[in-house]
């Protein structure tokens, strides 16, 4: 079956870093960009960043620039989201999910994904 799964979600203080894995199965992990999602408790699930089928290109939110970074390694099928000076406002489930092509087209949006994992939780305390 094709899937995602997310790792590497956890508790961390305000200023702390995490890094988040997603590993791939079952798809051709090389021939799709990538992104991760959060969703904080009560609110909607929001585009964190995105990373082209080659890593060639990432795109941010606005929240997130310059503290996350995206990365992948299409040989190894996983995606990556190092999360540095994290704030209490980044506390969230992130999920990743596959994208409908390979150059993060409209990628924030919910429609554009299509595989997605079960989440990874990440807390950060203040």
């Known amino acids: 079956p094709r899937q995602v799964v997310e790792s590497g979600g956890g508790l961390v203080q305000t200023g702390g870093s995490l890094r988040l894995s997603c590993t791939a199965s079952?798809?051709?992990?090389?021939?799709?960009?990538m992104a991760w999602f959060r969703q904080a408790p009560g609110k909607e699930r929001e585009g964190v960043s995105c990373?082209?089928?080659?890593?060639?290109?990432?795109y941010y939110a606005d929240s997130v620039k310059g503290r996350f970074t995206i990365s992948r390694d299409n040989a190894k099928n996983t995606l990556y989201l190092q999360m540095n000076s994290l704030k209490p406002e980044d506390t969230a489930m992130y999920y990743c999910?596959?994208?409908?092509?390979?150059?993060?087209?409209?990628?924030?949006?919910?429609?554009?994904?299509?595989?997605w994992g079960q989440g990874t939780q990440v807390t950060v305390s203040s």
């Open positions: 990373i082209t089928r080659s890593g060639a290109m990432a």
């Open positions: 079952g798809l051709r992990f090389d021939g799709t960009a």
């Open positions: 999910a596959t994208q409908s092509n390979a150059y993060c087209g409209s990628w924030s949006l919910i429609s554009t994904s299509e595989y």
